[in-house]
């Protein structure tokens, strides 16, 4: 059966890598060693979060550490420079088979782009990381506007770039907040299970294990 969608637009951080976990732990980690009371609640409710929202929880950690008022900027740069001293292997978080389902989806003649929250210079350093550089297009970055997931802009922009509707495109996320994105925008959703941080995938209109799984909802 052919595939049933012209173009997957993949969201970065849960889908293509394995990451939100990884970040999770490096905010649990970060909180202990600067003293900034992040419990473990806040870390879940980070999952998926937008990078504008997630300056906005690093200025009230920072504050609450007694590091006063900064900017948003300010506080990531804190954040940043912390981290800095810390590896990140995006290579070894390449989720399963992310790769070859790429390629198969190329091979099909459908389109695959990429619409993450995260900003555009870490999303080249993940892909250039994973060998996944120049396998995406468009690649759109929730910096680009004034509000990421789970408005639904990126979603909108991304598809508005391919020159599609929303009923011939699907979107793979894991977060709530791209679930809700995805549907805001009109798309399939596809969730890629996820049941580590204790949120619900129930709005996405598909769960699939591994991203292999994607090749054959043609199937269902």
């Excluded at 059966?1 to 970065?12: E, L, N, R």
């Excluded at 870490?122 to 120049?134: E, H, M, P, R």
């Excluded at 759109?140 to 004034?146: A, D, K, P, T």
């Excluded at 979603?155 to 979107?171: D, F, I, K, Q």
Aim: proline share 5%; aromatic share 8%.
């Amino acid at each position: 059966m052919a595939f049933p969608f012209k173009a997957v637009i993949f969201d970065m951080d849960g889908v293509i890598v394995d990451t939100e976990k990884f970040y999770f732990d490096e905010l649990l980690v970060m909180s202990e060693e600067l003293g900034l009371g992040i419990t473990v609640d806040e870390c879940k409710h980070q999952v998926g979060m937008s990078h504008q929202d997630f300056q906005r929880n690093l200025q009230m950690w920072m504050r609450r550490g007694g590091r006063g008022e900064l900017s948003g900027d300010e506080a990531e740069a804190i954040y940043n420079e912390w981290a800095s001293h810390r590896p990140r292997p995006y290579a070894q978080l390449l989720n399963p088979g992310v790769a070859e389902t790429v390629e198969a989806l190329h091979g099909m003649g459908v389109r695959v782009a990429l619409a993450s929250s995260s900003p555009l210079a870490n999303i080249d350093k993940v892909l250039s990381a994973c060998g996944l550089t120049g396998r995406f297009e468009p690649i759109v970055s929730g910096e680009q506007f004034h509000q990421s997931k789970p408005n639904p802009e990126i979603y909108l922009h991304t598809l508005e770039l391919l020159g599609l509707p929303a009923s011939a495109c699907c979107c793979v996320e894991d977060s709530v907040y791209g679930i809700a994105a995805g549907c805001a925008a009109g798309l399939t959703v596809i969730a890629k299970r996820e049941e580590r941080f204790g949120f619900s995938q129930d709005q996405a209109n598909l769960i699939i294990d591994q991203i292999p799984d994607l090749l054959r909802i043609g199937e269902r």
